[in-house]
């Protein structure tokens, strides 16, 4: 993506922020996640898939695919709920306040979206810790 696409959307959350710093922690500590700025937003993932992104426009809210046995339950919290876009093709999100939110929750939901996306050596490094 070249630079005026990057600053063509606005970054609600930009990586210094706490919510995107918090949530990077979690995400880079997978074999082979990488980083990437996309639509505004920072975004983590296993190869060229992605397995998390930071904010829902304004909202503090982190973006995951669920497990497909998990998503009644995760949909009836008051802090999970179907983003737009993403939405469309599985995927949910969890409002998280970067000192308030429930960070062992969202590590949970981050491994289980990372392992839907990941390659299988990916998976092996992970599993082989």
Do not use: N
């Amino acid at each position: 993506m070249d630079g005026d696409a990057a600053l063509s959307h606005p970054m609600w959350f930009p990586p210094e922020h706490a919510l995107p710093v918090r949530v990077r922690a979690l995400c880079m500590a997978y074999p082979e996640a990488v980083e990437a700025i996309s639509h505004g937003r920072c975004t983590f993932r296993a190869g060229k898939r992605q397995f998390a992104i930071v904010g829902v426009g304004p909202e503090p809210a982190v973006v995951f695919i669920p497990d497909e046995l998990e998503r009644p339950v995760l949909l009836e919290r008051d802090d999970v709920f179907v983003p737009p876009y993403e939405g469309a093709y599985g995927w949910l999100a969890i409002r998280v306040e970067p000192q308030a939110g429930d960070w062992e929750l969202l590590a949970e939901l981050i491994d289980t979206s990372y392992r839907q996306v990941a390659l299988q050596r990916q998976l092996r490094a992970l599993d082989g810790r």
